[in-house]
């Protein structure tokens, strides 16, 4: 049972200083992947989604999902073509949407976390 939830906003400049709590280790570390993995990663082009070329809708309908119908957390992600939603009367469900192409209209399924 939900018995609600908590959300907080903070102004990052009225926060206290901690950088005297922080040391930095005095050797630096890197972690490597797998290297044929590596050597191609910087090769890569990202190439255009149909979510990319409705840009402006997508951000038109996102503002009224969460300005009129109750979305409060959208997560975008335009190379994919995919969208995450959560809405105020389910705060704990999630809803997923995906596109294959920009003919394809949007399915949307509900995701319990």
Same mark, same amino acid.
């Given at each position: 049972m939900l018995l609600g939830y908590l959300g907080? +906003? =903070? +102004?990052?400049?009225e926060l206290? #200083?901690?950088q005297a709590l922080y040391q930095q280790p005095g050797q630096?570390?890197?972690l490597k992947g797998d290297p044929a993995i590596r050597a191609g990663l910087f090769h890569q082009e990202r190439t255009v989604s149909p979510m990319d070329q409705q840009m402006d809708t997508v951000l038109h309908v996102?503002?009224?999902?969460?300005?009129? !119908?109750?979305? =409060? !957390?959208?997560?975008?992600?335009f190379s994919s073509s995919r969208a995450t939603l959560w809405e105020m009367n389910d705060p704990?469900? *999630?809803a997923f949407m995906a596109s294959t192409n *920009? #003919?394809?209209p949007i *399915?949307? *399924?509900?995701i319990r976390a």
């Open positions: 907080a +906003d =903070f +102004d990052l400049r206290p #200083a901690t630096w570390l890197q996102i503002n009224e999902l969460m300005t009129i !119908h109750g979305v =409060f !957390h959208a997560k975008l992600h704990i469900a *999630s *920009s #003919a394809t *399915s949307a *399924s509900p």
